[in-house]
């Protein structure tokens, strides 16, 4: 008989560890801002100044950018909080997406805070005709959630209306409120025009670049080439019109500021391929895709604060 075995020893199989398909990482901490919706605030407040400054000839009043900021912040949060209701987890999606699809309690009980007090600011110390002109604004505003969001066929409202040029044009009443209350002109009209093609361009710019990854993308409105040609129209007619005394220096150097700096942008864009980081801290099953954020998109909106930012500084 064979006799026993004493230090007879199982040994368990291992149990596989299970690896992400792609590498994540974590969200940049200078990416916060496009998250939390406080870049598209930054550039309203500078392009607020640039306007004040160069047709009121002064600086704008606290409770002046308090309310612009405020709803700036609220218009994208809200918008935002539409686009994350109809998120598909189980897709390609952006970080900032999944946070509001994922937090919304959160950002609904934030944007209800923000709202009660930016209307208490605007009934306490703005002056009845920016409320008038502000009114304006927030039915423009209304129109374009509506086209973009309810619109039965907005499939359609998107390609006659494209939303980054509704966006571009709203942005840029917005930052020219107190501008046109107290110095209406010619010149004024085509300040805004022109920051409105600039500040579309780098919605453009944006929306491409996201593309890869956005469930709100529309492939039909893309068009590099027409992007490019409205840049290049944009800072010729800064130009000549800054020439002919048509615009204030101001404006015309950061119009033409901003056109350079988002023209380098894409380029380097470019030049650092189309990949997007997917961040872990997310990822809440293993049925549900990691959001992605690209790490290169906050420069576009950089791109828009630096000649502002500068000019400020200066005057």
């Known amino acids: 008989m064979r006799p026993p075995e004493s230090n007879l020893q199982v040994e368990s199989a ?27 605030v930054l550039v309203a407040l500078l392009w607020q100044f640039v306007f004040v400054f160069s047709f009121c000839g ?6 002046e ?5 405020s709803v700036v912040w609220l218009i ?18 952006l970080v900032r997406h999944r946070m509001h699809y994922q937090f919304a309690p959160v950002w609904v009980t934030a944007w209800i805070v923000v709202l009660l007090i930016a209307s208490s600011v605007v009934v306490l110390w ?6 008038r002109i502000g009114l304006l604004i927030a039915a423009l505003v209304l129109a374009y959630g509506a086209g973009v969001h309810f619109w039965p066929g907005r499939a359609t409202v998107r390609h006659v209306f494209a939303k980054e040029v509704q966006v571009g044009a709203i942005f840029a009443a917005g930052v020219s409120l107190i501008a046109w209350s107290e110095a209406p002109s010619v010149s004024l009209g085509l300040a805004c025009v022109a920051s409105a093609t600039l500040f579309t361009v780098n919605c453009w710019a944006v929306a491409e670049r996201e593309s890869v990854a956005d469930q709100n993308y ?12 409205v840049a290049i129209w944009s800072v010729v007619v800064a130009g000549i019109t800054g020439m002919t005394g048509w615009l204030p220096g101001l404006v015309v150097v950061c119009l033409i500021g901003g056109s350079m700096a988002l023209f380098a942008t894409t380029c380097c864009w470019r030049w650092k391929g189309r990949a997007l980081s997917e961040w872990s801290r997310l990822a809440s099953s293993a049925d549900v895709r990691l959001p992605c954020f690209d790490r290169w998109v906050p420069m576009a909106d950089w791109s828009l604060m630096l000649s502002p930012m500068i000019c400020w500084a200066v005057v």
């Not at 002064?58 to 409770?63: D, E, I, K, L």
């Not at 529309?218 to 040609?229: M, T, V």
């Open 14 to 40: 291992p149990t596989p560890v299970r690896q992400s398909e792609t590498p994540v990482e974590r969200l940049p901490l200078a990416c916060w801002l496009n998250v939390l919706s406080l870049d598209a």
């Open 65 to 69: 950018s308090f309310v612009l900021a």
């Open 218 to 229: 529309d492939a039909s409105r893309a068009g590099k080439p027409r992007r490019e040609l």
């Open 126 to 131: 703005m002056d009845a005709a920016v409320i």
């Open 76 to 93: 994208y949060v809200a918008d935002r909080l539409l686009d994350g209701a109809r998120l598909d987890l189980s897709k390609p999606h």
């Open 58 to 63: 002064r600086a704008p009043r606290w409770y």
